[in-house]
């Protein structure tokens, strides 16, 4: 195990969360301090509030990992005695870096949507709003026959081949590869100066776009050949869809009764409905945070009912009219992914074998009480 650097901690949670999946204009990524220094602990937050920066100062914190960034609107000056001075202030001083995950977040697999599709019970949840498609390359590759089964394998492992719910996709076919070494050259198969033939199987695959680089270092490094044939193609093929929110079904209830799942399942007392209670609901949508502007995604796609935060009274009133049932959990209902976050980061340091704490921040930064 070994202490890992801020960049090389972002660099695994960008394979997580890449900063590509987020919406024109977002503020993500470093916001604030510096990644060059050793990383102990990280702390993963909603909200970045005051409370939130004393609460990393206590625990002895070098990174938080927020999801809301704190800084959204350009800064026009710091002074240290209004609010937000005091925060950067305080974080600078303690050498505390803010890291934030907006709306690549939202889209990530595993990220906000899914942690909120899957705690509502969601089975086969499908993206509510496309905004992300992912670029597939299509690589070929030349090799002996005794190796074949080995690059296959090498390439399936690294993400290649991947093609709806199938993986390790690829197609073979055998046939006669020549060459001649030339000076200076000390050739697997043949000798220097000789015309080589040799029984080779071309493998072809499919590779997205983001993990080429990834897949052709591996798939050289077990290749047997000092020099390695391959071809790397542009594909006008569809890639993965990815995007915000939801849908997804459930065993059939009442809205009342999904509605008391809502309120289980979020950890929140309680919800706003619009709709009648009584009414069957089977499809559900969700979309973390804001989710007003795409309510007519969710009636289109066919959902009893759409949970999402920050619902206006108009949208109810459209929705209502529409026949779409919906739910308002709260937008702080996004609180799910400070555990989510931090169970995957978590994961993949181990994975890297970096030594690091990570924890979710334990301070409530719902804004709203009930009375
Ligand atoms: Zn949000």
Redesign the pocket.
């Known amino acids: 195990m070994k202490t890992a650097n801020g960049h090389e901690i972002i660099q695994l949670f960008e394979k997580f969360s890449p900063k590509a999946f987020a919406m024109e204009d977002d503020k993500i990524g470093l916001q604030l301090g510096r990644l060059n220094k050793k990383i102990n602990k990280i702390m993963i937050t909603?909200d970045v509030l005051e409370e939130v920066i004393d609460e990393a100062i206590k625990r002895d914190v070098q990174l938080i990992i927020a999801?809301?960034p704190p800084i959204f609107r350009p800064l026009k000056n710091v002074l240290t005695d209004t609010v937000q001075g005091r925060m950067i202030e305080k974080l600078l001083k303690h050498d505390i870096a803010v890291y934030a995950a907006?709306t690549n977040l939202?889209v990530a697999k595993g990220g906000?949507n899914d942690l909120l599709a899957n705690a509502l019970g969601l089975t086969n949840p499908e993206v509510l709003v496309p905004t992300y498609e992912t670029k597939l390359k299509k690589l070929v590759v030349f090799t002996p026959l005794s190796h074949a089964e080995e690059i296959r394998h090498v390439l399936g492992k690294t993400g290649a081949g991947f093609i709806g719910h199938y993986s390790h996709c690829s197609f073979s076919a055998k046939g006669t590869g020549r060459f001649l070494p030339e000076e200076n050259t000390n050739p697997y198969i043949g000798q220097q100066g000789h015309l080589e033939s040799v029984d080779e199987v071309r493998i072809e695959t499919i590779v997205p776009e983001q993990l080429l680089k990834k897949v052709v270092t591996a798939m050289i490094k077990a290749h047997p050949y000092e020099e390695v044939a391959y071809d790397i193609y542009s594909v006008e093929n569809k890639g993965e869809v990815l995007g915000l929110g939801r849908i997804g079904t459930i065993d059939e209830m009442t809205l009342g009764e999904f509605a008391e799942r809502v309120k289980t399942a979020l950890e929140v007392d309680k919800v706003r409905v619009v709709g009648d209670l009584s009414s069957r609901v089977k499809k559900v949508a969700v979309l973390?945070?804001?989710g007003n502007k795409y309510f007519k995604h969710a009636k289109f796609k066919g959902a009893d009912v759409y949970v999402t935060?920050d619902l206006y009274y108009h949208t109810a009133h459209d929705a209502m009219m529409e026949g779409l049932n919906m739910i308002d959990p709260g937008?702080n209902v996004?609180k799910i992914m400070k555990k989510g976050v931090t169970e995957i980061l978590s994961r993949m340091c181990k994975e890297s074998g970096y030594e690091v704490e990570i924890f979710p921040s334990e301070i409530n930064t719902d804004p709203f009480k009930f009375v």
Request: net charge negative; hydrophobic share 15%.
């Open positions: 909603l999801h809301h907006h939202d906000v973390g945070g804001d935060g937008h996004e």
